[in-house]
């Protein structure tokens, strides 16, 4: 025969009552560690029996970390449900709020640009016009600035090339110097008018031969002494 129907309801019988509590905890603690074992689960259980005696089981080693999460998310639950009909009266006014100033911008905005100018009076013309007289003053000035900061730049530039400019100057300078012709040799043939035998600088090339007869004078060797006279005799002015 297959078993009753087991009828919800307290046991009055305190002994009965303790037998089932005990078999149905086992059952149930037994389910949660299956549960987490075969479908992954994070599974927390705590029971209190009728006497206030704490039974707990955790599928992680920290009991405290899957109840923070618990909390976490009933929290976040909390903060996510639908608003009271008071909260969105007031979003509903804020909304409204935001729009007519939003409107009152774009108003303003089209009449700096020059439109919808009709609907103005004197003195909210003269105001417009203030306003546009300081943002120009204010506009001026700030392309005044940024004119001089690129004037500055401009000049910073300017002066770093004309350094580098006399740098390859300097160096082209140079490189003519060493590659100059050297200077002519010393022609020692000249003496001054006091008898001194100084040579000095001759930029003339030296007279060739025929030079000499053409003009009834013959070339004399200064590195050979002089011919002796006719007779082997020295002059008078000699002697």
């Not at 009933?74 to 009271?84: E, F, G, K, N, V």
């Not at 409107?103 to 905005?109: K, R, T, V």
């Not at 100018?117 to 417009?128: D, F, K, V, Y």
């Amino acid at each position: 025969m297959g078993r009753g129907k087991v009828v919800l309801q307290r046991i009055e019988n305190k002994i009965s009552r303790q037998v089932t509590f005990a078999k149905r905890r086992n059952g149930l603690l037994k389910k949660a560690y299956e549960l987490s074992i075969l479908c992954d689960a994070e599974v927390a259980l705590v029971l209190f029996s009728h006497a206030g005696r704490l039974y707990q089981f955790s599928s992680s080693s920290n009991m405290l970390k899957t109840l923070e999460r618990y909390q976490r998310y009933i929290y976040a639950s909390q903060d996510a449900a639908a608003p009271t009909s008071d909260e969105m009266q007031n979003n509903y006014q804020e909304y409204v709020n935001l729009k007519a100033h939003v409107e009152i911008l774009q108003q303003s905005q089209r009449n700096l640009l020059g439109e919808d100018l009709a609907p103005l009076a004197t003195n909210e013309l003269e105001q417009l016009e203030s306003q546009v007289v300081r943002t120009l003053k204010q506009i001026r000035s700030r392309k005044t600035q940024v004119l001089l900061d690129e004037l500055c730049d401009l000049k910073r530039k300017e002066q770093m090339l004309q350094d580098a400019n006399r740098v390859l100057k300097r160096k082209l300078e140079e490189i003519d110097v060493e590659a100059a012709p050297p200077q002519p040799p010393w022609n020692g043939n000249c003496s001054n008018g006091h008898g001194g035998g100084g040579g000095v600088f001759s930029s003339e090339p030296p007279q060739p031969e025929h030079f000499f007869q053409a003009l009834g004078l013959h070339a004399v060797d200064v590195n050979q002494p002089p011919a002796p006279p006719p007779g082997g005799y020295p002059p008078e002015w000699m002697a």
